[in-house]
């Protein structure tokens, strides 16, 4: 497992690591208990130390269940996500001193960590990164010793762009071959102040595998169903085939052109996975491959193709 530096933080963690959403069930329907243990222990076995996770996550259990099974100590690192009030319905983002504090506290013990060690704002508003008062709280929870350092999830260019701007020294974003607008803003900045870049979603939910028919249907409870309409989802499924020409006898499938485009760029540092079984989990450390994740202008030219398909990444 390759690694590389998260930004000016200096943390090395390994360029693939495990996000916990689809594990936890919230996102895409129920994984068994033995089967989300099986997929966190097979990525410690396989050499992942960085783990993605929020304190939403299964209402706190994906955080105790990462807490009982991960290695103690710095062999492994460890990012949450807080703001969130889910104890009110709607839920509510809450991003004031005293509640990201009482959040972290929280988080550590669920955790069962001497400390966070990325302690990540949950999709704020780009009027909330404004403020110069929560980068100060987020650095004085990390003076204090509750996290080693700190970012932002963000979900629009416009909270990339603040997040970077309000100094977060790591930011976590969806990127993906089909979308990119995130990372594409803010890539000049991120890279002038070092800023570490967790990117997730790289497989768009699952659909750059290219496995799924044109009338495919999503069970209640996964997300993917209200996502997408079923001309859109067609729509997408079309459009893959711009991707087809970057398999080779190297990269032998959409899955892995999907992967080594993500882990190609020179900014991201660590490809946030999604895997609900341990058999995903393999296949994505094999897709991996090696570097040059993608041969010369390959990048490029993965971008004019899907382009004049359409998509608007
Ligand atoms: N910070 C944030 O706001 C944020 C937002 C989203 C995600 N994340 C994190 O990033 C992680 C991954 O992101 P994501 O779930 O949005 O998207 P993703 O990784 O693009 O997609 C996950 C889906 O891809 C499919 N998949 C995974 N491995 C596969 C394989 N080897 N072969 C075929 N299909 C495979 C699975 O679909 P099936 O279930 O159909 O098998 C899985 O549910 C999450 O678990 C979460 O921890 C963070």
């Not at 999709?123 to 650095?139: F, G, H, I, V």
């Not at 020294?169 to 803010?186: G, K, M, T």
């Not at 491959?289 to 398909?309: C, D, F, Q, S, V």
């Amino acid at each position: 497992m390759r690694k590389r530096t998260l930004g000016a933080t200096g943390l090395e963690v390994s360029e693939l690591s495990l996000g916990t959403w689809g594990l936890c069930g919230d996102g895409y329907g129920p994984v068994e208990e033995s089967e989300q243990d099986a997929v966190i222990e097979c990525a410690v076995a396989l050499g992942v130390t960085l783990f993605e996770t929020s304190d939403g996550y299964a209402e706190g259990e994906m955080e105790r269940r990462l807490g009982r099974l991960l290695p103690k100590g710095d062999a492994v690192r460890v990012a949450t996500r807080i703001g969130t009030d889910t104890s009110t319905a709607p839920p509510r983002k809450k991003f004031d001193a005293a509640s990201l504090k009482a959040a972290a506290e929280r988080s550590r013990e669920r955790l069962a960590r001497d400390r966070i060690d990325i302690l990540l704002l949950h999709n704020p508003a780009p009027s909330t990164l404004a403020r110069p008062e929560l980068a100060a709280t987020m650095s004085e929870l990390c003076a204090s010793g509750l996290a080693l350092t700190w970012g932002a999830s963000v979900g629009t260019p416009e909270a990339a762009a603040e997040a970077v701007q309000a100094g977060a020294p790591v930011l976590e974003l969806a990127y993906n071959v089909f979308h990119r607008r995130e990372l594409d803003h803010v890539a000049e900045q991120v890279k002038a102040k070092n800023v570490g870049v967790l990117a997730h979603s790289v497989l768009s939910y699952g659909l750059l595998c290219g496995a799924w028919p044109h009338g495919k249907v999503f069970e209640r409870g996964d997300h993917r169903k209200e996502r997408w309409s079923d001309s859109e989802l067609k729509r997408r499924i079309v459009q893959l085939n711009a991707l087809r020409p970057s398999v080779t006898t190297e990269i032998t499938s959409l899955r892995a052109v999907a992967l080594r485009y993500v882990l190609s760029h020179p900014a991201v540092t660590s490809a946030v996975l999604g895997p609900r079984r341990t058999a995903q989990l393999d296949q994505l450390l094999r897709d991996a491959g090696k570097e040059p994740y993608l041969p010369e202008g390959g990048r490029i030219a993965l971008e004019n193709r899907t382009r004049t398909a359409g998509v608007q990444p």
